[in-house]
Protein backbone atom coordinates (compact mmCIF):
# COMPACT_ATOMS: atom_id res chain seq x y z
CA UNK A 1 0.00 0.00 0.00
CA UNK A 2 1.08 3.95 -1.13
CA UNK A 3 0.57 6.71 1.33
CA UNK A 4 -1.14 9.66 -0.84
CA UNK A 5 -1.38 13.39 -0.07
CA UNK A 6 -4.36 15.04 -0.80
CA UNK A 7 -4.62 17.95 -0.65
CA UNK A 8 -5.70 22.10 -1.97
CA UNK A 9 -4.26 25.37 -1.10
CA UNK A 10 -6.31 28.07 1.14
CA UNK A 11 -7.37 30.04 -1.60
CA UNK A 12 -8.73 27.40 -3.51
CA UNK A 13 -11.46 26.94 -1.03
CA UNK A 14 -13.70 29.80 -2.35
CA UNK A 15 -17.13 28.93 -0.79
CA UNK A 16 -20.35 31.74 0.68
CA UNK A 17 -19.93 31.92 4.50
CA UNK A 18 -23.81 30.69 5.02
CA UNK A 19 -22.10 27.37 3.27
CA UNK A 20 -19.19 27.06 5.27
CA UNK A 21 -20.64 24.60 8.31
CA UNK A 22 -22.72 22.65 5.15
CA UNK A 23 -18.55 22.31 3.71
CA UNK A 24 -17.20 21.55 7.34
CA UNK A 25 -20.11 18.35 7.78
CA UNK A 26 -19.27 17.20 4.40
CA UNK A 27 -15.11 17.37 4.55
CA UNK A 28 -15.87 15.16 7.94
CA UNK A 29 -18.21 12.80 6.68
CA UNK A 30 -15.51 11.83 3.62
CA UNK A 31 -12.78 11.40 6.52
CA UNK A 32 -15.07 9.32 8.92
CA UNK A 33 -15.07 7.14 5.35
CA UNK A 34 -11.70 7.10 5.01
CA UNK A 35 -11.54 5.99 8.61
CA UNK A 36 -14.27 3.06 8.44
CA UNK A 37 -12.50 1.99 4.82
CA UNK A 38 -9.59 1.64 7.00
CA UNK A 39 -7.43 4.03 4.58
CA UNK A 40 -6.88 7.53 6.86
CA UNK A 41 -3.48 8.12 7.66
CA UNK A 42 -3.52 12.06 8.87
CA UNK A 43 -5.58 15.17 7.63
CA UNK A 44 -5.46 18.53 8.72
CA UNK A 45 -4.72 22.45 7.83
CA UNK A 46 -1.68 24.81 7.81
CA UNK A 47 -2.22 27.32 10.69
CA UNK A 48 -2.30 30.61 7.94
CA UNK A 49 -2.23 32.78 11.48
CA UNK A 50 1.58 31.39 12.25
CA UNK A 51 4.14 32.81 10.71
CA UNK A 52 6.93 29.96 9.20
CA UNK A 53 10.67 29.71 9.83
CA UNK A 54 13.66 27.98 9.12
CA UNK A 55 15.77 26.13 11.64
CA UNK A 56 19.33 25.32 10.85
CA UNK A 57 21.04 22.60 12.25
CA UNK A 58 22.67 24.86 14.79
CA UNK A 59 19.25 25.47 16.26
CA UNK A 60 19.60 29.10 14.55
CA UNK A 61 15.59 30.15 13.65
CA UNK A 62 15.24 32.42 10.61
CA UNK A 63 11.78 33.94 10.57
CA UNK A 64 10.08 32.82 6.48
CA UNK A 65 10.49 30.10 4.35
CA UNK A 66 13.20 29.03 1.83
CA UNK A 67 13.88 31.60 -0.88
CA UNK A 68 11.58 31.43 -3.72
CA UNK A 69 9.19 28.74 -1.66
CA UNK A 70 6.02 29.14 -1.70
CA UNK A 71 4.74 29.00 1.75
CA UNK A 72 2.36 26.12 2.26
CA UNK A 73 -1.33 26.74 3.48
CA UNK A 74 -4.06 24.79 3.11
CA UNK A 75 -5.88 21.91 3.59
CA UNK A 76 -3.81 18.28 3.71
CA UNK A 77 -5.18 14.28 3.50
CA UNK A 78 -3.01 11.52 4.16
CA UNK A 79 -4.57 8.33 3.25
CA UNK A 80 -2.70 4.76 2.50
CA UNK A 81 -4.25 3.28 -0.39
CA UNK A 82 -3.51 0.22 -3.12
CA UNK A 83 -3.44 2.32 -6.32
CA UNK A 84 -3.33 5.78 -7.82
CA UNK A 85 -6.60 5.01 -9.41
CA UNK A 86 -8.11 4.62 -5.61
CA UNK A 87 -6.47 7.87 -4.81
CA UNK A 88 -7.91 9.67 -7.49
CA UNK A 89 -11.21 7.97 -6.41
CA UNK A 90 -10.70 9.31 -2.73
CA UNK A 91 -9.39 13.10 -4.24
CA UNK A 92 -12.59 13.28 -6.10
CA UNK A 93 -14.59 12.81 -3.16
CA UNK A 94 -13.04 15.43 -0.52
CA UNK A 95 -13.15 17.63 -3.92
CA UNK A 96 -16.76 17.26 -3.53
CA UNK A 97 -17.11 17.79 -0.24
CA UNK A 98 -14.23 21.21 -0.20
CA UNK A 99 -16.03 22.47 -3.31
CA UNK A 100 -12.59 22.75 -4.79
CA UNK A 101 -9.90 20.32 -7.01
CA UNK A 102 -7.68 18.49 -5.18
CA UNK A 103 -3.99 17.57 -5.78
CA UNK A 104 -2.68 14.12 -5.40
CA UNK A 105 1.09 12.99 -4.66
CA UNK A 106 2.58 9.80 -3.79
CA UNK A 107 5.01 9.33 -1.23
CA UNK A 108 8.10 7.94 -1.97
CA UNK A 109 8.41 4.09 0.25
CA UNK A 110 10.24 4.77 3.24
CA UNK A 111 11.47 1.21 4.79
CA UNK A 112 12.66 2.77 8.08
CA UNK A 113 9.16 4.69 8.26
Avoid at 23 to 31: D, F, G, L, P, Q
Avoid at 61 to 81: A, C, D, S
Avoid at 88 to 102: D, M, N, T, Y
Wanted: aromatic fraction near 8%; proline fraction near 6%.
Amino acid sequence: MTKYLISFPGEAMVIPEEDFESVVEASHAVIEEAKAAGVYVYGGGINEGVDPVLVAGDGSVTEGTYPGHKVPNGGYTILELPSRESALEWAAKIAVACRCSQEVREFQYDPAS
